[in-house]
Structure formats: C-alpha cells, structure tokens
DNA sequence: CAGGATCCGAATCGATACTG
DNA sequence: CAGTATCGATTCGGATCCTG
C-alpha cells in the first residue's frame, strides 16, 4: 500500500466516506441492491427522508456514479433508479459495515430483526 | 433499545457509519492501529484538524468505546490513546474501505502514494 | 502539555407549501 | 409522479484566546 498525503483530504478512506457517507446514501444503495426503484417506492422505503433530502442525496449519488437516474418521457412522470457498476462495486463494503455493525448492536442488546432491505 | 426497524436510525450500516463518519474519525482510527499515541502526536500526524475538532472526536470515540484515553497524572501532562478491543475490531472495515477508495482514486487518475499511516 | 471557553459563519437538515 | 422553493432550526467547523 502506496503512499499518499496522508494528512490531505485524499486519503482513501476518506473517499469512500465522502460517497457513501451521507445522510441516507448506504440506505438509498442498499435498497438498489438488485432492485431497480422510482423515486415513490425509495419515499416509501425510507420515509423518514423528506422529497427534499431524498432528491439531493440521489443526485449526490449520481454525480459520484454510483447510481443511474432514468428518465422516461412519459405522462405522468416516470423514473428509475439503478446501481452503475461502480455502485455495485461497493457491495462488500456496505457488507462489511452490516455485519460489525449487526454484531455491535446485538452485542449491546440491540435486536436487529432486520435485515435493512426488510421493508420489502 | 428495542429492535428496529429498517428505516429507521438503527440501521447496522448506519450505526457503522455514526461510529466512524465524524470528520477526523478513520483517520485517528488507523492511526493507532498498532499505536498507542499521545495528544500532540496525533496533532502532528493530523495537522488539518484544530485541538478542538481533535479533542471532540477523541471524545466522541471514547464514548463509543472504540479508543481507550489513559491520563497519567504527571506534570506536565501526559495522555495517551490506544484502540480498545472494539476499536481493533473495527479494522476489516477500515480496510475494505481503504482498497476501495484506492482503486477508485486510482482509476481516476489520482495517485495515491501512502498507505494512509505515512506521516511517519 | 492537553485541553477548555467563546464566538461566529457555513453547511446541513427538516417542515411545509407549491408545480410541470 | 417526481420533484422545487422557501424558511427556519440545528449542527458543524474553524479561529482565537485562556488555563491547570
């Protein structure tokens, strides 16, 4: 492992803070996993986000490529949203903090009877 | 704490994410992996961050339980900072998120030359 | 040495109302 | 349906000065 300013606003770890990191964003990416959702079933899916939030964490979203926003010209109004290569890439991340953080949470008699793709 | 529901706060990746997204926290954390260091060297290793925002972290990372902060009660002052078990624990994850952003720095023509602990 | 105290501007977040 | 717009509350983060 390479070197770098660790000290500097670049350090890998960081990076992948900075995508994933917002408000709803893992919960936004965990619920693309394999699903393909419009705008209306993520409010559903995570309803304490407002329009507001929702939108502007998809769009950060978008911006950095981890997910696609698919417009379809239609009446009334229709768009999906889906994982780009780079979000599915991220998998074994969001992975890797479910399962500390299940085991945290149930180490500290937390039950998490959930497993965070559950509202299907 | 009662079970809980997805969409909820208690997400296990959300949880993940309160216990390490605060602004300087990964970088403490993998800074003393396999260190134990006093108050000013982690200033010198993180010189971008004010005593403040240092000391708050620190705290918020003690409250969680992932450092451990021993006072030695000589003059002048003596602190130090040390991973406790949970904090090592933590590592897999610090890990994962360090390959990822790597390579997706890397793609995008960002070099990254340290291993985040370089400062050394 | 390791911080605490204080002030303040910037950024984030939320509730509510409105629109093509 | 899929957002915008606006306003206000809260939080964050940094600068500066102070202390046991």
């Given at each position: 492992m390479p070197p770098i300013d660790c000290a500097g606003y670049n350090c890998p770890v960081d990076a992948t803070l900075d995508m994933i990191g917002g408000k709803y964003k893992a919960l936004i990416l965990w619920?693309?996993?394999?699903?393909?959702l419009r705008f209306g079933e993520l409010r559903k899916l995570i309803p304490?986000?407002?329009?507001k939030m929702l939108t502007q964490q998809l769009r950060e979203l978008e911006e950095n490529n981890?997910?696609?926003?698919?417009?379809?010209?239609?009446?009334?109004?229709?768009v999906e949203?889906?994982?780009s290569d780079l979000g599915n890439s991220i998998r074994p991340i969001l992975e890797?903090?479910?399962?500390?953080g299940a085991?945290?949470?149930?180490?500290?008699?937390?039950?998490?009877n959930c497993s965070?793709?559950?509202?299907?």
């Open positions: 619920h693309l996993i394999d699903h393909t304490q986000a407002t329009p981890l997910i696609i926003r698919t417009v379809y010209p239609v009446v009334p109004p229709k949203y889906t994982l890797t903090m479910y399962k500390w085991d945290y949470l149930t180490q500290n008699g937390v039950t998490v965070m793709k559950c509202p299907d």
